[in-house]
């Protein structure tokens, strides 16, 4: 499914949340529906921006637990 909305091709954009969701991290932690926990909330970027990823994590602090039933996904960005 997300791949299908980044496309394809040399404009293809780069899924850069993708490894986190290979690896089982979940962004939609359901506070009351526990079951229903995934990795929904992804981030791309566009091809000029792709060599400029730098860190990309799930938010899990205590206050993300009751500020959403999503953690904040944080992607860093590095200019030179």
Request: charged fraction near 20%.
């Amino acid at each position: 499914a997300i791949e299908r909305l980044a496309g394809t091709g040399p404009d293809a954009l780069t899924v850069v949340t993708q490894k986190l969701s290979d690896e089982g991290a979940i962004s939609f932690h359901g506070q009351r529906r526990g079951q229903h926990r995934s990795f929904i909330d992804h981030a791309l970027v566009s091809p000029e921006l792709a060599d400029n990823i730098g860190a990309v994590s799930v938010f899990t602090g205590p206050m993300a637990d009751v500020a959403s039933d999503h953690y904040p996904v944080v992607v860093e960005l590095t200019f030179e």
